[in-house]
């Protein structure tokens, strides 16, 4: 069975979810806030080394979900509604922006937030998301 691991990373205000078997590697969030996402260190994600509005806008930003956000305060109710966007990157996945019902080929009903990346490649391990196969492929389309 295929364990799907979340890493959470908390400061007083806000706690980055990090979803490993979601990420396409992308590298946005190092190439975009590096004092905070470090790959190559652990723990990766250095949360006090950035404001929580930093880190939020951040998470925000991540093409495939595989990093989200929960504020640490109960009484927050911070929630986005977000219009559904659908997005082909060239060369690379099908995202689509808002909340999803996926379900997969087992019935199996899965929510979606934020951003959602799909494989057009055919060759992703992950089925029916996208793992970052593509670069390695050569995929155009």
Known sequence: M???IKKKYSNDEVTVVWQPHLCIHSGICAKELPTVFR???KPWVKVDAASTEELVNQVKNCPSG???YLMNDENNAEAESME???????NGPLLIYGTLKVTDMDGKVEMKNKTTAFCRCGHSQNKPYCD?????VGFEG
């Open 66 to 68: 595989a990093l989200s």
């Open 84 to 90: 559904t966007v659908v997005e082909v990157l060239p």
């Open 39 to 41: 790959p190559k260190e």
């Open 2 to 4: 295929d364990k799907k």
């Open 132 to 136: 970052g196969r593509h670069r390695k």
